[in-house]
């Protein structure tokens, strides 16, 4: 696929693009997810083993859906997640500025206990590595994988923000970190000038709301971009792990995660179920897991939505996902069955909210 070839979106069909978090860098509410490129016999093997001519058809799908946005890691196979996507690119003959990159690093790449973690010397080299599997100069998104109890915070922003400096990356983010984790990292930021934290990438689901506490908040009060992975809750939200006819033979049973709740989930997926009976799309009819994702991109604080597939059949309908509209009843009834229960100081807090409600007019 040339260049030229790509589709040119006109107001009817144009995908939804939004800024990333306080930045003038727009990405697709859809983000390509790549954890499915390049597994071997390993634990990214039980995720995917897709190779190169597999991944050249499920990119060339996604940009032809107007999906601009592709995330990736350093440790997603040990590089190679990095390597196929670098190559996708060549082969499709994408040009860079049209596609926003983001990578990670915070794994173990190597032996001994400088080759993992957020240190400087790890960060500075990982970038380096994987500048030279994507086969670009520059990475649009580095993000710190999460958090390294071993690292000065401090240390971890002045790298990144030498990366930025030297132009390597342009903007950065971070994954799987705590609201207070968080916090401090844009404390820090400000007092040092430094490059603003623009994302956090997170886990976030009908089945898995737990953001929505002190993560949320916080990312909405610092206007941080909100990237979802795992929206499927690995695929248990495609409600295939439920029911009587559930096989042994899946992803699940051999690799268990993201852990959910099954009392509740089955809960879940049932009012799912009936939502998903009453709607079509384009004369086919809708899934559980497209319920899902349209739950997703019916939540304001979510930027975008990383959505990964082994075939093109998924992924095609993930991407469906973006077009489903759900009505207020049916977002009321998916926040009753899915919401989760208030802990303190959370409850606390609204009551005395209170106070300043009845002082105003």
């Known amino acids: 696929m040339a260049t030229e070839s790509l589709p ?32 071997d016999e390993d634990i990214w093997g039980l995720i995917g083993q897709l190779q190169q001519e597999q991944a050249d058809e499920l990119v060339k799908i996604a940009l032809e859906a107007g999906i601009n946005f592709i995330d990736t890691a350093n440790i997603y196979g040990f590089g190679a997640s990095e390597r196929i996507v670098g190559q996708s690119l060549k082969n499709l003959g994408v040009r860079r500025e049209d596609v926003v990159l983001a990578t990670k690093v915070l794994g173990p790449m190597g032996e001994g206990p400088n080759a993992r973690g957020a240190s400087r010397g790890h ?3 990982e970038c380096k590595a994987s500048l030279a599997r994507l086969q670009t100069d520059y990475i ?17 922003l002045e790298a990144l923000n030498t990366l930025v400096q030297q132009g390597h990356v342009r903007y950065v983010g971070l994954s799987n970190w705590a609201a207070w984790q968080v916090m401090k990292a ?37 206007n941080v971009g909100l990237m979802v992975w795992s929206p499927l809750a690995g695929g248990y939200l495609s409600g295939k792990y439920e029911g009587p ?21 089955s809960k879940v997926i049932k009012v799912m179920r009936e939502i998903a009976d009453g709607k079509q799309m384009d004369g086919e009819p809708v899934t559980v897991a497209q319920i899902a994702l349209a739950w997703l991109l019916h939540q304001k604080p979510v930027s975008s939505i990383i959505v990964g597939a082994k ?15 759900l009505s207020g009843e ?32």
Not at 148 to 153: L, N, Q, R
Not at 202 to 217: M, N, Q, S
Not at 245 to 265: H, L
Not at 311 to 325: H, S, T
């Open 140 to 156: 649009d998104l580095y993000q710190i994988h999460g958090f390294d109890p071993a690292t000065p915070i401090e240390e971890t």
């Open 8 to 39: 040119r979106f006109n107001d009817d069909n144009r995908p939804g693009y939004k800024s990333l978090g306080n930045s003038g860098l727009f990405v697709s509410e859809l983000c390509l997810g790549t954890m499915t490129f390049g597994g």
């Open 330 to 361: 049916e977002l009321n009834a998916l926040d009753e069955v899915s919401r989760i229960p208030e802990e303190y100081p959370g409850w606390m807090m609204k009551m005395m909210a209170g106070y300043r409600d009845s002082t105003e007019s």
């Open 311 to 325: 075939r093109p059949e998924q992924l095609k309908a993930n991407i469906q996902a973006a077009q489903i509209r």
């Open 186 to 222: 844009i404390g820090i930021s400000q007092a040092r000038n430094l490059c603003p934290i623009i994302s956090l990438q997170a886990h976030y689901t009908l089945v898995g709301r737990d953001l929505e506490r002190d993560i949320i908040p916080m990312l909405e009060s610092e």
């Open 123 to 125: 960060i500075m080299s």
């Open 245 to 265: 006819d559930v096989s042994e033979e899946n992803r699940r049973a051999k690799f268990d995660f993201p852990p959910v709740d099954r009392e509740r989930g």
